[in-house]
């Protein structure tokens, strides 16, 4: 097999800023995209690694750049292979789910299969995908909601100072809504039920990551309190996380490139599942790709929050849908994209 | 699909007996096997229906029946129609099985891949599997430990009044193998440790299901106590179970016919595996068809006891090996059997 990788500018239809980026980032993103030859088929990847997870481009191209002579020459080893690469590179899981994807969308051409085929999963109904709201002055938000009217359900990010002014505007356009917020672990133990209380006072569907990872023990009266399900996304990266989320938590947000990829995810859902803990999909900023990669197994889900490629202007794949929050599977082979033309 | 199955009666090396089945059972079977045809490929499958879980041959052939009208026209469609079997035979998950089993032999042989390769999963090495020594007088074990020289471990059923005898003669002929036991639920709370004190004197590796299902209370002391993992069978039948073992047992153990099939088995393992109990895979008295289906998760397991095709004279399939415990996952697609010449 033959693995490869570029950068790629996107352009971004707005600035996006949540309270892990507290300034306004400019409307671009470069994205790393991976590409597996094999047999005359090429399978593409995404790894969309986060600097507040300790990684970069420049970190996964390394891990790229080694994954090339570690893959060998079977596709459909990727227990063996998926397993190799997270051991060496535990840190580094945004590439690891790059060389994943990369992988399966090879098996699936290789196999003529769509992904969500080849896993005996069903192809819908799919839940409906969240579209985020980034946070701006007042005024801007409005628009922003005005602009995703399509969109049944919206998400905002919320632990910052603004957080009234914010869901004010949301809730001005779209009273009626389905509204989920993030907190980003934004919150703490010690104000965290009056923020919590102000923010339901919005109608909110649910609550993500209230509080940074291992400030837990506000935790079981916020639960008591809310009503509304308690989701986990900075405190529960991988596998091995998802045990101890079960008695905290009322379910996860599982991200390939936190965790390592569909195989990972796959794992992860399995195993929420076995503790009574709700499944949401989520994404970073990324591409048809990456976003195609985890669609594969919304039908597993609870919650979809699968909108990255939605953010650019110019995703340089298509394939997957994603207009008014409803995903599509294709019957195409493997991931079911193509470069945009 | 077309859905057929028939009832075969295999000869057997020796009468089975265990703590269910005290008297002898004359050394024959009646197996059941299930065969789905599409696009001009047919797979196998076994449906292994046990008495003492409500279940027979009869009962199994009514799911069937209903199976065959259920299964729809899409071989890949495994989520959608193993889920709906089950939901509508919560109870008789061994003819589900023989569904699920047959589903996948076909999958594997549309794409023209073994299973195990379907699956992403490693060739080898595997664990070994054990061999059962059937209860029996000391004098006929001994000569069953003697014909089981090639297999380095074997099992054997406690929970009788013999249990002594039956393992002093083991360890006559066999003083260093390694020896897993399983009580098949035979003791109680109140005996418990007394006869796990007695049989840990014949140094044995592991134990499989002391109690019945809901008397736990004296589990921890007996994990306290025994140094050795205890492995749960009656106790753990499908996904629901997986989490409740986790505080009582150090594994479980996965047969196809307990849990509804392959796709089953993975969701327990991915379960399992997040819970940090160990896994076994174990199996009924069933041809090559039931055992190779196994045998596809075997990398995933940490104990193996899939003897149940080397019991029987005739096994009407080949194709998984077995002998000294070796089993071996072949090229060919789907299960990788094929039926005796």
């Known amino acids: ?68 002579d570690m893959i060998g020459r079977d596709p459909f080893a990727l227990d063996e292979t998926i397993d190799g690469l997270l051991k060496r590179f535990p840190s580094q899981p945004a590439a ?28 819908g109904p799919l839940p409906l995908s969240s579209f985020t709201i980034g946070i701006d002055r007042p005024e801007i938000i409005e628009k922003k909601v005005v602009e995703a009217e399509a969109f049944p359900i919206l998400k905002v990010k919320v632990g910052t ?9 949301i809730r001005r356009v779209a009273p009626r809504k389905t509204l989920r917020v993030d907190a980003n672990s934004g919150w703490t133990s010690a104000n965290l039920l009056d923020r919590c209380r102000s923010v339901l006072a919005y109608d909110v569907e ?13 935790l079981p009266a916020l639960r008591e309190a809310a009503h509304v399900p308690i989701i986990a996304d900075e405190s529960c990266h991988g596998v091995d996380d998802v045990r101890r989320c079960a008695g905290l938590f009322d379910g996860i947000n599982i991200k390939l490139s936190k965790c390592g990829g569909i195989r990972q995810a796959r794992l992860m859902i399995d195993a929420a599942r076995s503790c009574g803990l709700k499944i949401m999909l989520g994404c970073m900023v990324e591409t048809s790709v990456g976003i195609a990669a985890s669609a594969q197994l919304a039908s597993l889900a609870d919650y979809l929050d699968l909108d990255g490629h939605l953010l650019m202007a110019d995703d340089p794949f298509e394939g997957i849908g994603g207009a008014g929050g409803v995903l599509t599977l294709s019957d195409r082979p493997g991931l079911g994209v193509r470069p945009r033309a």
Do not use: N
């Open 206 to 218: 649910l609550i993500e990551q209230p509080t940074a990872p291992g400030d837990d023990d506000a």
């Open 96 to 123: 690891v789910s790059g060389v994943d994807i990369a992988m399966h969308d090879l098996v699936g051409k290789l196999l003529d299969k769509p992904l969500w085929v080849h896993f005996g999963l069903k192809r």
């Open 1 to 68: 097999m033959k693995l490869k990788w570029h950068r790629r500018t996107v352009r971004l239809h707005h600035p996006f800023q949540t309270a892990h980026s507290p300034r306004d980032v400019p409307p671009a993103k470069e994205v790393l995209l991976v590409s597996i030859e094999h047999g005359g088929a090429v399978g593409w990847g995404e790894a969309a690694p986060v600097s507040y997870y300790g990684q970069s481009l420049a970190s996964a191209e390394e891990v790229l750049l080694a994954a090339a």
């Open 161 to 169: 100072p603004g957080d009234d002014q914010t869901l004010s505007a």
